[in-house]
T-cell receptor, first 115, second 112 residues
Framework: NAGVMQNPRHLVRRRGQEARLRCSPM?????VYWYRQLPEEGLKFMVY????????ESGMPKERFSAEFPKEGPSILRIQQVVRGDSAAYFC?????????????FGDGTRLSIL | GQNIDQPTEMTATEGAIVQINCTYQ??????LFWYQQHAGEAPTFLSY????GLEEKGRFSSFLSRSKGYSYLLLKELQMKDSASYLC?????????????FGAGTRLFVKA
């Protein structure tokens, strides 16, 4: 399967714990985007990364949230000290170049539930 | 800033044609995408428009008018499996690069 791979598909955490969401882009893609989606709502942009660089993090909360895309390995979205409001579906997308006419390809998402 | 508007819900009959509209406001328009998203699944790419006019791809067509900040997605010969959310997304050119902004989506219900 050469698609965008996200894991885990479902993640349950208690308030105050840390959540780590992983995303492996499509083969040959070096641009990764993270989005958050609440039920019945659209995708909210969080962060755009290239290998080892954060290009745009304007959609990511300043506190508790961080993202990385190391030279080796998947992109990680990390949420520290989770709260109930963090419950959502988190989608990762990748593209082959910077934002061009090439569409973003999405993973199946991680459903994060906070108890 | 950016703003994307599309109807929240639409209902149509199997075999019919439905048009889903999208209006947008952006300072640096650089292309418009339509995605389909079934409940609980990932969005999948349907179409891309950057120039004015109609792009046809099988049962789906997408239209763009840049001067009006308007696009629509046309679905013909509707099938039950077309019941899904349809997301309009606009790529906006800005200092330092681009950003793709998604609308809230239009939930389409296809009835027999």
């Amino acid at each position: 399967n050469a698609g965008v791979m996200q894991n885990p598909r479902h993640l349950v955490r208690r308030r105050g714990q840390e959540a780590r969401l992983r995303c492996s882009p499509m083969k040959g893609h070096s641009h990764v985007y993270w989005y958050r989606q609440l039920p019945e709502e659209g995708l909210k942009f969080m962060v755009y990364l290239q290998k080892e660089n954060i290009i745009d993090e304007s959609g990511m909360p300043k506190e508790r949230f961080s993202a990385e895309f190391p030279k080796e390995g998947p992109s990680i979205l990390r949420i520290q000290q989770v709260v109930r409001g963090d419950s959502a579906a988190y989608f990762c997308a990748s593209s082959s170049e910077g934002p061009t006419n090439q569409p973003q390809h999405f993973g199946d998402g991680t459903r994060l539930s906070i108890l | 800033g950016q703003n994307i508007d599309q109807p929240t819900e639409m209902t149509a009959t199997e075999g019919a044609i439905v048009q889903i509209n999208c209006t947008y406001q952006t300072s640096g328009f650089n292309g418009l995408f339509w995605y389909q998203q079934h409940a609980g699944e990932a969005p999948t790419f349907l179409s891309y428009n950057v120039l004015d006019g109609l792009e046809e791809k099988g049962r789906f067509s997408s239209f763009l008018s840049r001067s009006k900040g308007y696009s629509y997605l046309l679905l013909k010969e509707l099938q039950m499996k077309d019941s899904a959310s349809y997301l309009c997304a606009v790529r906006d050119r800005r200092t330092g690069g681009f950003k793709t902004i998604f609308g809230a989506g239009t939930r389409l219900f296809v009835k027999a």
